[in-house]
C-alpha cells in the first residue's frame, strides 16, 4: 500500500526559516504568523530550554547542547498538521519532509557583528558566528538537506528588506497553495 506524503495532506505549508543567528529569522518568523491566518510560530531554540530537548550545556558558549532526536520526536505531531513557521538556526537534522518552503536568511559581516554585540554575546560567540556567515555553513547545510526549489535564500541587512521578505515569503505561500488547490 503506498503512503501519502505528509505534504500532500497539509493545506497549510510548513516553513522553516534558518540562517546564522542575528540574521533576523525570529523577526521575520513572527512578522509573517501576524501576517498569515492559519500560521503559527515554532520557536525552535526556546523549545529546547523550556522542554529541555538537551544532554548538557555548553558553558563556553553559554548555550544548550541539544540533542537532535529529542527535537524530532517533540515536534513530529505539530509538523504533521502543517502551519508551522520554525524558526532555527540550524537544519540539517529536520526530516526534508516537514517543510514545504525553507527560507535561509543571509546578513552582512558588520550588521551581523553590531546585532549579536547588542544582544550581548560574548566576544568568542560573535567571532564564531560571523565564521559561520563568511564559510556559509548554515547555507551549505540548507542546500544539501532540501530540493533547490523548496529555497528561498533572502538578505536581512536593513529594516526595509524585512518587510520585502515577508511579501516574497507570502508570494511563494501563495503559490504553494494554488499548486495543492491544482492537484
Given at each position: 500500500m503506498d503512503v501519502e506524503e505528509p505534504a500532500v495532506k497539509r493545506t497549510v505549508p510548513n516553513i522553516l526559516i534558518t540562517g546564522t543567528p542575528g540574521v533576523g529569522k525570529t523577526t521575520l518568523a513572527k512578522l509573517l504568523c501576524e501576517?498569515?491566518?492559519?500560521?503559527?510560530?515554532?520557536?525552535?531554540?526556546?523549545?529546547?530550554?523550556?522542554?529541555?530537548?538537551?544532554?548538557?550545556?555548553?558553558?563556553e558558549f553559554d548555550c544548550p547542547e541539544y540533542d537532535e532526536d529529542m527535537v524530532v520526536d517533540f515536534l513530529e505531531n505539530e509538523m504533521g498538521t502543517g502551519g508551522c513557521v520554525v524558526d532555527f538556526h540550524t537544519s540539517g537534522f529536520f526530516p526534508e519532509r516537514w517543510f514545504d518552503i525553507v527560507v535561509l536568511l543571509r546578513t552582512n559581516n558588520t550588521t551581523l557583528y553590531d546585532r549579536l554585540?547588542?544582544?550581548?554575546?560574548?566576544?568568542?560567540?560573535?567571532?564564531?558566528?560571523?565564521?559561520?556567515?563568511?564559510?556559509?555553513v548554515t547555507s551549505e547545510e540548507v542546500y544539501t538537506s532540501y530540493k533547490p526549489e523548496l529555497i528561498m535564500e533572502l538578505q536581512s541587512d536593513l529594516p526595509e528588506q524585512v518587510e520585502s521578505n515577508l511579501n516574497q515569503i507570502i508570494e511563494r505561500l501563495v503559490e504553494w497553495k494554488q499548486k495543492r488547490q491544482a492537484e
Open positions: 501576517s498569515v491566518s492559519g500560521l503559527r510560530f515554532v520557536p525552535v531554540g526556546q523549545l529546547i530550554n523550556d522542554h529541555k530537548l538537551y544532554t548538557k550545556w555548553n558553558e554585540k547588542e544582544r550581548g554575546y560574548a566576544e568568542k560567540k560573535i567571532t564564531e558566528n560571523i565564521e559561520c556567515e563568511i564559510l556559509e
